[in-house]
């Protein structure tokens, strides 16, 4: 029993065996070298089966040991030995190459000379013939290359006059001539026979070209007459066009016009008296005179006319309008602006709380209102019951008032006559009218006028230098009288024009 019968046996694949080189040639070096592994493959297979399914315990000293063992057995009966053995083979090999070399080179050395003499008398000698073939050869190639040179001219002519851009027929004429005049000696062509029949078949193309061309030319100088015929015929239509399509591009324009005039006339439903008397002066300011109009001129004075009665009409009515509207606002704040005792008595004429109170958001409200309305109302429906009413104008507080159950909410009171006379006073003297301006209530504003003009913009010193100054300043406000808007516009307008 072995020591590696202790060791249990594994499976495993069965390692490759490399595979026998082919056997050389017997006799040969390589034969020889090949030989020396025969024993030693031998043996390397056996230590290999040997080995192959044995699985060391190597957690154990003794079965380390043995796997040492094994490992040292492989190595130097196996690997180590084929290694020896390649490098000793090897080193043999190069010594003889060296051996071998040598002696080649001595052998070489004894017939080279005698072998260099005779090869340099067969080398000259085949060195004059192909010299002399090369000559010879040289001498036909530039006869040939002169023949063949020669024979393109001749073909040059008609290539270049069917080539060359703007050929015309005159111009063959003249190489017609020049190729007449050649002639060929025979110590100057190597075919001057080939050279003839090239001139000749070349000359026949030339004629037959220079009959196309000529024939080409006066049918291009007949349609090019043909051409600048009919190209100021054209010229003439287009201008006749020309003249058709601006007739009608300004029978177009003064047709717009004219719709323009007639369409000044629609969507006014909702405009306001002075929108509408703005509009007015904007068409009646139109010039529709036949230096305008041309032809046009009855029918855009006739528009004009229609359009100014249409504008007229709803001017009218807005202005009936407006009146009752004013009405009914003056009557509210005349309402608004009648002192009321203290109580209310229980007179039916006098209004109720629930009343005096819609009275007084209504006007707040209302844009239209004169703003000191305005105010009244604001401040009014801000007063709370038991608390002192502050005055509209100069914030000096007024006696306090306890309010009654279900009185209005206007009551002034226990002022006196007379303090609401100055009151009153008061009022008129901040809101009366600058001299020369109209009696109504300013209500328009700069920002409100330069967002009706917009994208043009003004200030209050351009509006003074067309003639229009400040109707009433309240605060940082400059206040402006509505009635004076196209006025104004129209100030503008003629102003722009003189520019």
Known sequence: MSDLDAFPTIEAVPMPV????????????KATALASFVAIRTHAAKLAERYRAVAFDVTTPKGMAAAKDARLELREEGRFAVQRLRDRLKDEANDLKRVVTDEAEAVIKIIAPVEDAIHAQITAEEDRKKAEKAEAARILAERQQKQTEGVAGIRGYLIRAQTTPGMTAALVANGITLLQGMTFPADEWLDPVAAANTQCETLEGMRTLHATLQAREEEAARLEEQRRQQEAERAELERQAAVMRAE??????????????????????????????????????????????????????????????????????ATDREAAEA????????????????????EPELLAQDECRELSKALAADPAA?????????????????????????????????????ACPFTLGDATAESVAGDEAAATAVDSPAPGVTTSEPTMTLGEFNAFIAPLKIDSAGLELLGFKVARTFKAAKYYNDTDRSAIVAALVKHLQGL
């Open 370 to 406: 004169p703003l000191h309305a305005r105010e009244a109302a604001a401040a009014i429906q801000n007063t709370q019951p038991g608390a002192p009413t502050p005055d509209a104008q100069d914030g000096v507080a007024q006696n306090p008032v306890q309010s009654q159950p279900g």
């Open 327 to 346: 009405q009914r606002r003056a009557e509210v704040e005349r309402v608004l602006s009648t002192p009321l005792p203290l109580t209310i008595p229980d």
């Open 18 to 29: 490399a595979a026998k080189p082919t056997a050389p040639e017997p006799g040969t070096l």
């Open 248 to 317: 009608q591009a300004r029978i177009t324009r003064l047709q717009a016009m004219i719709a323009e005039i007639r369409a000044a006339a629609t969507g006014h439903e909702r405009a306001t008296a002075a929108d509408l008397y703005e509009a007015r002066v904007a068409v009646a300011a139109l010039d529709t005179s036949e230096a305008t109009y041309a032809e046009f001129a009855m029918l855009a004075h006739a528009t004009q006319q229609a359009t100014l009665a249409v504008l007229d009409k709803f001017h009218a009515e």
